[in-house]
């Protein structure tokens, strides 16, 4: 139990449908994030949010749309996604944003969402 | 960019052997991650270290700043250990983290 909860754990949708994973942190962080995991690749940063506020999206393709309505949640909204994105989507997070720590700062990690896109 | 590059990619072992895994960075970093991530997909962050070395039970990790290059060392390995361990890089500009391609571990009995 990493104090990250993510839901669902397993999604599987359609090209057209519209869906949402979500994310849930209890730890006081300040910095959250959306990972993609697809198979044979390593984890690839997709969103960044700092205090609700987004910080980086790393290019990630608008059928994939982040909301972060406050410091404790993070959605990422899935809509007509191709097969290929068919991953386990990670969120995270920690005390501050990875870039701007000077101490200590361990990033958590959700148990991920494993999403099929048929 | 950040490249940070694992090896070995697979490993098998004996219950009872020590098991190295190696991770280089290619630019300077503020800290460096040991993840280990089990079938389920969870991840769990072992260690974060800048400098030196720190141990965990049978985990120790090392870094070497100057030669860019940190070791996951595993002692009396276990069937439970298990697992795959990713290195991954925070700094270098980037706001996530820079992550390895990870090394799967399976220890045998």
């Known amino acids: 139990e990493t104090g990250v909860t993510q839901t669902p754990r397993h999604l599987v949708m359609g090209m057209t449908n519209k869906k949402s994973l979500k994310c849930e942190q209890h730890?006081?962080?300040?910095?959250m994030y959306w990972y993609k995991q697809s198979a044979k690749k390593p984890l690839e940063l997709m969103f960044v949010y700092s205090l609700e506020e987004r910080v980086e999206n790393n290019s990630v393709p608008s059928r994939f749309s982040p909301e972060c309505p406050n410091s404790s949640h993070l959605f990422l909204h899935l809509h007509t996604l191709q097969p290929e994105d068919s991953a386990l989507y990670l969120c995270?997070?920690?005390?501050?944003?990875?870039?701007?720590?000077?101490?200590?700062?361990?990033?958590?990690f959700g148990e991920g969402s494993w999403l099929t896109v048929v | 960019k950040n490249e940070v590059e694992q090896s070995p990619q697979n490993l098998t072992a004996q219950e009872g052997e020590f098991i190295t895994i190696n991770c280089s960075y290619s630019?300077?970093?503020?800290?460096l991650h040991w993840l280990q991530q089990h079938p389920g997909g969870g991840i769990v962050s072992l260690f974060m270290?800048?400098?030196g070395k720190k141990k965990h039970g049978r985990l120790i990790a090392t870094i070497n700043i100057q030669e860019k290059h940190s070791s996951l060392h595993i002692t009396a390995s276990h069937p439970r250990d298990s697992a795959v361990y990713i290195c991954a890089a925070s700094g270098g500009g980037a706001d996530g983290l820079t992550f390895g391609k990870g090394t799967h571990l399976i220890i045998q009995p």
């Open positions: 995270a997070s920690s005390q501050q944003l990875v870039s701007r720590a000077a101490g200590p700062n361990t990033i958590y």
């Open positions: 630019v300077g970093i503020s800290a």
């Open positions: 270290l800048s400098s």
């Open positions: 730890l006081g962080h300040n910095a």
